[in-house]
Each structure stands twice: as structure tokens, then as C-alpha cells.
């Protein structure tokens, strides 16, 4: 088995930054590409970044394009979303997802392992 845990949630006033990170656990070869998406409750779970295995491509979403940076560290078996300039219509639930495919897509179907998901509130 894998295990995904995010960790770095919080709150934050609008324009501030926070960073999220993602531990792999377990079998860490069933996880190559890495993405993070977010959802509110009665909503669809949307993209927000992904990186290839070997971190050499990225990926991100219109949304939060320029303020949203996404990282891996193999070595520790960790991945990060560094979120800057944050705004209110961030506020959702942060998951991250892996896949053993080398590349990230924006599809939730492409992934195979799911963490739990960390809370990330903005106030205005």
C-alpha cells in the first residue's frame, strides 16, 4: 500500500501565503506523476497543479496561475504546493493525488492514491 498525507493547511488572510506539503509513505513506486487539486463541499474536485516524476514538468491551472507553485523532493518523498497571494475563493479542502504515470494530467480519473485532504481557509 501507499499512503499520501498533506499537512499545512490553515488560515490566512487574504494576500498572505501558506505551503502545503505531502508525504509518501509505503510503496512509494506506486506514485509517480504528482497533482494537487481542491473541492468544496457540493462541488467537483478541481485541478490545481501537477508535476512529472522527475519534477521536470509542471502544471497549473488557469485559476491560479502565477501565484500557485508546485515542487517535489524524491529524496524525502515529499511534494509541496507553495500557494502565494492568496484570495478568498481559494478557501477549500487541498488534496494530493499520485498515479504511477510519469506525467500529471488534470482529470481526478488519472490518479490512483489519495491523501486525506488539508484545510485552507482565506479571510477577506
Known amino acids: 500500500q501507499v499512503t499520501l498525507v498533506e499537512s499545512g493547511g490553515g488560515l490566512v488572510q487574504a494576500g498572505g501565503s501558506l505551503r502545503l506539503s505531502c508525504a509518501i509513505s509505503g510503496r512509494t513506486d506506486y506514485v509517480a506523476a504528482m497533482a494537487w487539486f481542491r473541492q468544496s463541499a457540493g462541488k467537483e474536485r478541481e485541478f490545481v497543479s501537477g508535476?512529472?516524476?522527475?519534477?521536470?514538468?509542471?502544471d497549473v491551472a488557469e485559476s491560479v496561475k502565477g501565484r500557485f507553485f508546485v515542487s517535489r523532493d524524491n529524496a524525502k518523498n515529499e511534494a509541496y504546493l507553495e500557494m502565494d497571494i492568496l484570495k478568498p475563493e481559494d478557501t477549500d479542502v487541498y488534496y494530493c493525488?499520485?498515479?504511477?504515470?510519469?506525467?500529471?494530467?488534470?482529470?481526478?480519473?488519472?490518479?490512483?492514491?489519495w491523501g486525506q485532504g488539508t484545510q485552507v481557509t482565506v479571510s477577506s
Open positions: 508535476i512529472s516524476y522527475n519534477g521536470g514538468y509542471t
Open positions: 493525488a499520485g498515479d504511477a504515470r510519469a506525467y500529471p494530467t488534470q482529470s481526478e480519473e488519472g490518479y490512483t492514491t
